[in-house]
């Protein structure tokens, strides 16, 4: 139980720095910040969470934490080398043979999700059904779906309304 604890509060201190800098109380879209529900699904199980990505000029810096909290995948982007560096990936995913099916994915998804150019040879089939975004690699059989995050209203303050 200590040892997660650990875990839990060093990959929310590693996560916290990247995006707070330079945070303002603006929208979510705006100053290249976005928030989105993830799920990946492969033949024998799936990962699920949220996406935060931030982006500056040279970079885009991601993360992608599971329901529980725990990160699953820590990532930047080099715009000006369109290559994807996997910074932590969770023990559940950290194979070598996986982390480079999913350092290609996420090089692909970022630049769809982006709208840049991806001028590679690749095996994807991209479809959208309404605000959701299905990118499925057809050689590994792993589909990837990116989704606007709900975010659920304030709760309302004062006396409740009459009906």
């Not at 916290?16 to 928030?35: Q, V, Y």
């Not at 605000?131 to 499925?136: E, T």
Request: proline content about 6%; aromatic content about 12%.
């Amino acid at each position: 139980m200590k040892t997660f604890l650990l875990f839990l509060l060093s990959s929310f201190c590693a996560i916290c720095p990247i995006f707070s800098a330079g945070e303002t109380n603006s929208p979510d879209n705006i100053s290249g910040k976005r928030k989105m529900a993830f799920r990946i699904e492969m033949q024998k199980g799936y990962v699920s969470g949220i996406m935060i990505t931030g982006e500056s000029d040279e970079y885009i810096n991601g993360s992608m934490v599971n329901e529980f909290g725990i990160s699953a995948i820590d990532f930047t982007f080099s715009k000006k080398k369109g290559k994807v560096k996997l910074i932590n990936v969770g023990s559940f995913l950290n194979k070598w043979y996986i982390k480079q099916v999913l350092k290609n994915d996420i090089n692909f998804a970022l630049h769809i999700l982006y709208g840049t150019p991806y001028n590679k040879k690749h095996n994807y089939e991209v479809t959208r059904e309404g605000p959701n975004l299905i990118i499925f690699n057809t050689k590994r059989k792993i589909k990837y779906i990116f989704s606007p995050l709900q975010i659920c209203p304030p709760p309302q303050t004062g006396p409740p309304s009459q009906m």
